[in-house]
């Protein structure tokens, strides 16, 4: 089993609708969860991250958190097309500082 | 501003011929990383370091080096490159200690052997 899983996609989705992004993790000691775009032949960048059991929203972008399932997703509200780009999910046990990504999902939005 | 900058973007080069990729970061972060991105196989660590002269092996650390002098510099050294080593290359930083911390990331390395 990978330790973070990431449904690679293609994801595609019309613009002005919801994006839905999942990510599952095998370590229970992770403690804090990042969500990096990454547009292709570009660097990382941070979207949100989140460490508490329930929802995060930030602007349009929300993420949730379920560690008993050690699941954790990410919402994009009334997608644009600037939002197609590669999403990665990243945990973080404590005390650690190596960060675990998954492969990334690959989201289309559709104009 | 806040950056974590890697040089060169772009480099070519032939099997065995020794370079260095350059990152330096101005966040004064304890922790520095290097990681290599190939299609279909995400982002993989190469080395990684928690502080000055601290350096340790990552997921994918054979035919790299690295060497951490001084805590705002990582250099990534390939003493011998081979084909194999063609790949799109991330320098990251972050700091120790804040379970919340992210990390900061280089614009990368495009790098070619041929």
């Known amino acids: 089993q990978k330790e973070v899983e990431q449904n690679s996609g293609p994801l595609s989705v019309p613009e002005g609708a919801i994006a839905s992004l999942n990510c599952t993790y095998s370590d229970r000691g992770s403690q804090s969860f990042f969500w990096y775009r990454q547009y292709s032949g570009k660097s990382p960048e941070l979207i949100m991250f989140i460490y508490s059991n329930g929802d995060k929203e930030d602007g349009r972008f929300t993420a949730q958190l379920n560690k008993a399932s050690q699941y954790v997703s990410l919402l994009i509200r009334d997608s644009q097309p600037s939002d197609s780009a590669t999403y990665l999910c990243a945990p973080k046990s404590q005390g650690a500082q190596k960060l675990v990504f998954g492969q990334g999902t690959r989201l289309t939005i559709n104009p | 501003e806040a950056q974590v900058t890697q040089n060169p973007r772009y480099l070519i080069t032939v099997t065995g011929k020794k370079l260095t990729v350059t990152c330096s970061q101005n966040?004064?972060?304890?922790?520095m990383s290097w990681y290599r991105q190939d299609p279909g196989l995400g982002l993989r660590q190469i080395y990684y370091?928690?502080?000055?002269?601290?350096?340790d092996k990552g997921d994918v650390p054979e035919g790299y080096k690295v060497s951490r002098k001084e805590k705002r510099n990582f250099p990534l050294i390939l003493e011998s490159p081979s084909p194999n080593q063609t790949s799109l290359y991330f320098c990251?930083?972050?700091?120790?200690?804040?379970?919340?911390?992210?990390?900061?990331f280089g614009n990368g390395t495009r790098l070619t052997v041929t």
């Open positions: 990251a930083s972050g700091s120790i200690g804040r379970f919340n911390s992210p990390l900061h």
């Open positions: 966040m004064n972060h304890e922790y």
């Open positions: 370091s928690m502080n000055v002269e601290v350096t």
